[in-house]
C-alpha cells in the first residue's frame, strides 16, 4: 500500500473511533493467513540459517574446500590420456635423390590415428608442503568466517526484533495520549454544553486531539516499516505476516568487564580467523622461500600409433613405444624474482599480525563501549520508570484542577505531554537496554 493510502486509511479509522489492536491482525486479515508466531530466539535461528550474509560466507566455504583440493593435487600422479585422429586429404611427400633421379615418396597414409598416455608424478618439490598446509589454513579460516558471519547477522536479527518491540511500544503510548486528549476533549465539550468552557476552550482540545492523529500515523508506519526489514534480516517473505511473542526485557545481572573482554578474546571468531590467516601467510612464506630449491619428477609415457589407407586399420598397422625418465630442475637465476616474492610474503605475515593487533584492540573497545552502554541503560530504566509513576500522578492532579476550574488547558496539556514523554523515554530505555546486551553478546563472539 502506498505511504499516503495507508496514511489516509489511518485517518479514517481514527475518525471512526481508533485502530485495531495491532497490525499484525490487520495485516493477517488482508492477507488471509495466520501470521508467523516468532519468539526472540526462532528468529535468530532463522537468521543465522538464511540470511544471504551466512549463505554467502558459506559459498565462499565451499569455494575454499575447491581451493584446497586443488593445490592437494599438485602432490598426486597427473596422468593424462590423448587419442588422435587424422584424416590426410592431401598427404606429404619426401624428396630423394636416387641414380634414377629425384624420386618423390608419400609420407603416411590417409588415416592416421594415435593414442598417448603421459603420466608425471613429482618427488621432490619442497614447496609443496607449505602449500598444502596454507591451503587447509585457508579452509579453516573461511568456516571461522561463517561464524564470524553467523555472529553479526544474529545481532542484527536481534536489533531488528528489539526494533519492532520499541516500535509496538510507542504506538501504545501515542494511543494513551490521544485516548487522554480524546478524553479531555469529551469533558470540554460537556463544559462547553453548560456554558463553563468558550470557544478557545473548545478550539484548544480539538487541536490536541488533531496533533496527535499525525505521531500515531507516524509510529504505526515506522511498526510496518521496521517489521519488514526483520522480516529482510531474518529470511521471510515481506508479505508474510508475523507476530512476535517475547517483549523487550528488564535488566539482568550484567558480567563483570574483565570476565567479559576474557571471553571475547577466547571466542571472537574474527580474532580466530586472523589468527589463522597469520599461520596461512607463514606457510605462503615458506612456499616462496622453498622455490629456491631443486625439484625433481618422474615423467613416463605410452604411445600407440598407427597410419592405413582404409578407416579401420588391422592390428600390423600400429605400432607402439614407451618411455619413463626424470627431471630435474635446478633455478639458477630468474632475476631475483624470487627474492621479490619472498620479500612481499614477509611483508605479507607483518600486516596480517599488525591486523591482529587492531582487532583484538578494537574487541576489548566493543565490548567496553557494550558494558558501558549496558550499565548506563539500566540505570536510564530506574529513573524513566520513577519517572512514569510521578508524571502519572501529576496528571492525575492537573485533571482534577481542571474540572475544578483552578487550572487552564495549557497546565493540563502540560501534564499530558509529562505523561507521553516518560512513556517514551521508559520505552527507549528498555530498548537500548536490551540493544546493549546483544551488542555486548556480539563483541563476545556469542550468538
Not at 100 to 123: A, H, K, M, R, S
Not at 168 to 175: A, C, D, G, T, Y
Not at 402 to 428: C, K, M, P, W
Amino acid at each position: 500500500m502506498p505511504k499516503y493510502l495507508f496514511a489516509i486509511a489511518c485517518g479514517v479509522l481514527l475518525q471512526m473511533g481508533g485502530f485495531p489492536d495491532a497490525l499484525t491482525a490487520q495485516g493477517s486479515r488482508a492477507t488471509g493467513r495466520e501470521p508467523v508466531r516468532l519468539s526472540l530466539a526462532e528468529a535468530v535461528g532463522r537468521a543465522v540459517d538464511l540470511n544471504e550474509d551466512v549463505l554467502i560466507a558459506r559459498a565462499e566455504e565451499a569455494r575454499t574446500a575447491g581451493l584446497v583440493r586443488e593445490v592437494r593435487a599438485g602432490s598426486l600422479p597427473d596422468i593424462r590420456a590423448e587419442i588422435n585422429y587424422n584424416r590426410n586429404i592431401q598427404n606429404a611427400v619426401l624428396f630423394l635423390e636416387t641414380g634414377d633421379g629425384v624420386q618423390q615418396v608419400q609420407l603416411g597414409q590417409e588415416n592416421d590415428y594415435g593414442f598417448v598416455l603421459t603420466l608425471e608424478q613429482p618427488i621432490l618439490d619442497l614447496a609443496l608442503g607449505p602449500a598444502r598446509s596454507a591451503a587447509r589454513l585457508s579452509g579453516e579460516a573461511t568456516a571461522v568466517q561463517v561464524e564470524s558471519a553467523r555472529v553479526g547477522v544474529a545481532l542484527q536479527a536481534r536489533l531488528a526484533y528489539y526494533q519492532v518491540l520499541l516500535d509496538k511500544e510507542l504506538v501504545v503510548v501515542q494511543e494513551k495520549a490521544i485516548e487522554q486528549a480524546g478524553a479531555r476533549l469529551r469533558e470540554v465539550e460537556a463544559f462547553y454544553r453548560v456554558g463553563t468552557a468558550s470557544d478557545f476552550d473548545l478550539l484548544t482540545a480539538q487541536v490536541e486531539v488533531d496533533n496527535i492523529k499525525p505521531l500515531l500515523i507516524q509510529a504505526r508506519n515506522l511498526l510496518e516499516l521496521d517489521r519488514n526489514r526483520l522480516k529482510r534480516t531474518i529470511g521471510m517473505p515481506l508479505s508474510e505476516p508475523i507476530e512476535l511473542l517475547d517483549r523487550l526485557a528488564r535488566p539482568t545481572e550484567i558480567p563483570p568487564l574483565e570476565e567479559a573482554i576474557e571471553i571475547a578474546l577466547r571466542n571472537r571468531p574474527d580474532v580466530d580467523s586472523q589468527e589463522l590467516v597469520i599461520a596461512l601467510q607463514s606457510e605462503n612464506l615458506a612456499a616462496q622461500k622453498a622455490s629456491a630449491y631443486p625439484t625433481l619428477d618422474l615423467i613416463a609415457s605410452f604411445s600407440r600409433r598407427g597410419a592405413s589407407s582404409t578407416l579401420f586399420p588391422g592390428g600390423k598397422d600400429f605400432a607402439q613405444s614407451a618411455s619413463a625418465g626424470l627431471s630435474f630442475s635446478i633455478p639458477v637465476f630468474d632475476g631475483r624474482a624470487r627474492s621479490g616474492r619472498v620479500q612481499q610474503a614477509r611483508a605479507a605475515v607483518d600486516r596480517e599480525k599488525f591486523r591482529l593487533q587492531q582487532l583484538v584492540e578494537n574487541a576489548r573497545l566493543q565490548v567496553q563501549q557494550a558494558h558501558q552502554a549496558l550499565v548506563a541503560s539500566r540505570e536510564q530504566i530506574e529513573a524513566s520508570e520513577s519517572n512514569i509513576a510521578r508524571a502519572e500522578r501529576a496528571l492525575e492532579i492537573a485533571q482534577t484542577r481542571f474540572r475544578n476550574g483552578l487550572s487552564t488547558q495549557v497546565e493540563l496539556n502540560d501534564a499530558e505531554l509529562a505523561v507521553t514523554r516518560a512513556r517514551t523515554n521508559f520505552a527507549q530505555a528498555l530498548y537500548n537496554h536490551n540493544a546493549a546486551r546483544a551488542q555486548l553478546t556480539a563483541a563476545m563472539g556469542e550468538r
